[in-house]
């Protein structure tokens, strides 16, 4: 059974920085790939970035340019660095594994083939 363990988020100000870590077990992590969403009270889940198997990575218009997606296929785990926060950005961060047998285009579809971590909240205040 896969598992999807998240850590990293917290609170911080306007043009700060964070970064989010997922990790990936009971399954081959290079079989996947990986993304991240979040959530915004009152809003629906919307994707953030996503990296394929082979390191191809999609990065929203709204983050890009702040936010990089990367993987350690060694240590089996995914990462989220957040550069220049704006308030916007608050929300539960989730981070998604999916088998590349499924298909991979992101945003992932919600179709029930996507792994989820348990959520960690980020909170940028002005």
């Known amino acids: 059974q896969v598992q999807v363990v998240q850590s990293g988020g917290g609170s911080v100000q306007a043009g700060g920085s964070l970064r989010l870590s997922c990790t990936v077990s009971?399954?081959?992590?290079?079989?996947?790939?990986m993304g991240w969403f979040r959530q915004a009270p009152g809003k629906g889940r919307e994707g953030v970035a996503g990296i394929g198997d082979d390191g191809t990575t999609t990065v929203a218009d709204s983050v890009k340019s702040r936010f990089t997606i990367s993987r350690d296929n060694v240590k089996n785990t995914l990462y989220l660095q957040m550069n220049n926060l704006k308030p916007e950005d608050t929300g539960m961060y989730y981070c998604?594994?999916?088998?590349?047998?499924?298909?991979?285009?992101?945003?992932?579809?919600?179709?029930?083939?996507?792994?989820w971590g348990q959520g960690t909240q980020v909170t940028v205040s002005s």
């Open positions: 009971g399954n081959t992590y290079s079989q996947y790939c």
């Open positions: 998604a594994a999916r088998s590349v047998a499924a298909r991979c285009l992101f945003p992932f579809p919600f179709d029930g083939n996507n792994r």
